[in-house]
């Protein structure tokens, strides 16, 4: 219990800072729902929370080196489906903000450009749906590339969804998607190749 007691006192706390739902949603790796739960039960609920796994990486994100190696260790899967399937890279996407030290490492490792995508949870509260996920046009363009998006977690596959079907909008051809982490346990999302280092599964 004492670390469910520790998300919830987590999440009030950056929600007392100002973030959304999303924000604290990809800031504790669970999903919307989780972050909800933890917003409005209090410690002693016995009402059972959302079946979820947190995820907390920070070992690796707080070195460097390390996150520079797992990196790599990424690049190495995503080059194996790439090849299997045999396409290309031209564009890495990471999606805000977790995916983009990965991305930026794993667009240095494949000689490729990086885009970054602000999905639309990182904008808008969970009763207001009218933000809207974005490129920056500070980095690639993505029209008649061949991508590869990046993340850190996938929970839903929702972000991933989102992300998808913004740069098919935009004339990208999207040949695999890479995270460090999936709780899903799916192959593909929105008929992306899905590529993972672990997949994290409920037995109950």
Known sequence: MKNIETLMKKATELKAEGLVEGQISEELNVSSETVTWLLTHAETSSTPGPKDISVNWSMIGKSAFRLNHISEALSDAIYETLDSNDCGVDVVVGIALSGLPLASIVATDMGADLAVYTPSKQML????????????????????????????????GQTLEETVEYLDERGAKINAIAVLIDKKGADEIAGVPLVSLMKVMRVN
């Open 125 to 156: 509260k969970m009763e207001s749906k009218k933000a809207r996920g974005n490129l920056s046009s500070n980095f690639s363009d993505v029209k008649d590339k061949e991508c590869i998006i990046i993340d850190d977690v996938v929970t839903s």
